[in-house]
């Protein structure tokens, strides 16, 4: 079965320089949930888009910006890095609706590995 | 605010024995609760749910059962493998239109031979 696919995988970058994280859904999801899981730490959600619509806003700095494409596909753009920004960061995917209006499964890509040097 | 809290780890067990790790959350609106877990240097996967009250869910052994009077998802296992051994996050959704997940600090699960 598809699931979602991050690229790249790892990442490596200066201080103050932007950097482009890429999801595809699997497909036929419409909604993509942006986490950032510092290292140790819990995942912490930043920014989920339904139907190409930001949807949600949680702890995501003003350094980052992120969208979701006619395709569905989802960047998460980050300017300004920081040491701090080293992280694993998710996207997941789900369909909208389940029972009861509830918001179904969330399906987790394998992540990329950000190392600001 | 919303929050999940998961017992603190790390837990080292014997291949064979009970695992429990707790698991509560606050108790505002109508959450769905889930268990992840996360192997070495993977991503999250889905280990089970439970979507209202008194819902059980389970998988590979894994049992968790939703209790609202105790705001519990309590996450068991009979008996444990080596292969078992990985990090366990406990998470709600907010119910209702807001499908973002808020997770515990994880628990780390060691199971020794």
Known sequence: AAGVIQSPRHLIKEKRETATLKCYPIPRHDTVYWYQQGPGQDPQFL???????QSDKGSIPDRFSAQQFSDYHSELNMSSLELGDSALYFCASSPLGGIGGSWDEQFFGPGTRLTVL | GDSVTQMEGPVTLSEEAFLT???????????????????????LQLLLKATKADDKGSNKGFEATYRKETTSFHLEKGSVQVSDSAVYFCARDYGGSQGNLIFGKGTKLSVKP
């Not at chain 2, 790790?21 to 991503?43: D, H, K, M, R």
């Open chain 1, 47 to 53: 920014i989920s888009f339904y139907e190409k619509m």
């Open chain 2, 21 to 43: 790790i707790n698991c509560t959350y606050t108790a505002t609106g109508y959450p769905s609760l889930f268990w992840y877990v996360q192997y070495p240097g993977e991503g």
